[in-house]
Nanobody, 115 residues
Framework: QVQLVESGGGLVQPGGSLRISCAASGILFRFYNMAWYRQASGKRRELVAAITTGGNTNYADSVKGRFTISRDNTKNTVYLQMDSLQSEATAVYYC?????????WGPGIQVTVSS
């Protein structure tokens, strides 16, 4: 059974940092491209950052230079380091694994940026 479990979310003040993690099980993690998406209230889900099996990364323009995606194949885990957070980053963040097919989603984790 495939599981993607996000962790590390919560409340952070504007300008602060947060690292969220996604632990995968039930898949051969090193063969999957990984990505983080987010969905703010009332908005469509959008790609935040992606990392390929070879370690190539891609970012949404809105987070370039502030967010960093990384992966640890020994821990079957992908991370998203988020720095200089602003209120527009408030959303549910979802982990996504793909080959591109099949693909899997995590249940999501809330990140709230507020003073």
């Amino acid at each position: 059974q495939v599981q993607l479990v996000e962790s590390g979310g919560g409340l952070v003040q504007p300008g602060g940092s947060l690292r969220i993690s996604c632990a995968a099980s039930g898949i051969l993690f090193r063969f999957y491209n990984m990505a983080w998406y987010r969905q703010a209230s009332g908005k469509r889900r959008e790609l935040v950052a992606a990392i390929t099996t070879g370690g190539n990364t891609n970012y949404a323009d809105s987070v370039k230079g502030r967010f960093t995606i990384s992966r640890d194949n020994t821990k079957n885990t992908v991370y998203l380091q988020m720095d200089s957070l602003q209120s527009e980053a408030t959303a549910v963040y979802y982990c996504h694994a793909n080959r591109p097919v099949p693909s899997y989603w995590g249940p999501g984790i809330q990140v709230t940026v507020s003073s």
